[in-house]
């Protein structure tokens, strides 16, 4: 592909992006798509035959991002500081979850019964687990079972972010939940 391309394609889906986490997913067409990115409609279907491949797109490279964070530790004494940028990024993300993707997330998931989001989860567990490992390893973290560990910090996240959705919920019950998290693999002394 070309750097033109690879431009065009960038510009697609990033625009795409924000058209998602305005509309949710249900909502977005491609003559949406092709309006925002000022582009035509065989321009588009160039790179992208639906919505749902670009918002799979989409969420694909958000995975990637999140992976990269977690990928990040180089050695054990970073393992503490990834971990905490982890959950800051959470944070952030719960306490603006109305312009995050997750309205989209929900809509797609909710009609599309596949195991995208399982494979989602079972990833981000995956390089949780790895991180935990790490910082064991080098002793920034109390002996746990890293796989559990890294579930159930997945399943308080995925709580939070519900909540969020549903509800209302306080920068200082976040915290709170983050900390009790935290607490349960620092090495006390």
Avoid: W
Avoid at 27 to 47: N, Q, T, W
Avoid at 103 to 114: C, D, N, R
């Amino acid at each position: 592909m070309s750097e033109k391309s690879v431009l065009k394609k960038k510009l697609i889906v990033d625009t795409a992006k924000k058209i998602f986490i305005r509309k949710g997913f249900k909502a977005v067409s491609m003559k949406d798509i092709v309006e925002a990115c000022d582009i035509s409609r065989g321009g588009l279907y160039l790179y992208f035959s639906d919505t749902e491949e670009i918002f799979l797109e989409v969420l694909r490279q958000e995975a990637e991002a999140a992976e990269d964070i977690l990928s990040s530790a180089d050695d054990a004494s970073a393992a503490f500081d990834v971990l905490a940028a982890f959950m800051k990024a959470q944070k952030k993300e719960i306490l603006r979850i109305r312009k995050t993707l997750a309205v989209a997330k929900l809509e797609y998931f909710s009609s599309h019964k596949g195991s995208l989001l399982q494979q989602q989860f079972d990833a981000d567990v995956m390089h949780l687990a790895q991180l935990i490992d790490l910082g064991v390893a080098g002793e920034v973290f109390a002996p746990v079972d890293s796989q559990a560990a890294a579930e159930n910090i997945m399943y308080v996240l995925e709580g939070l972010r519900t909540i969020a959705l549903t509800g209302r919920v306080s920068e200082e019950t976040i915290d709170k939940e983050l900390m009790i998290l935290m607490q349960g693999l620092i090495i006390e002394e």
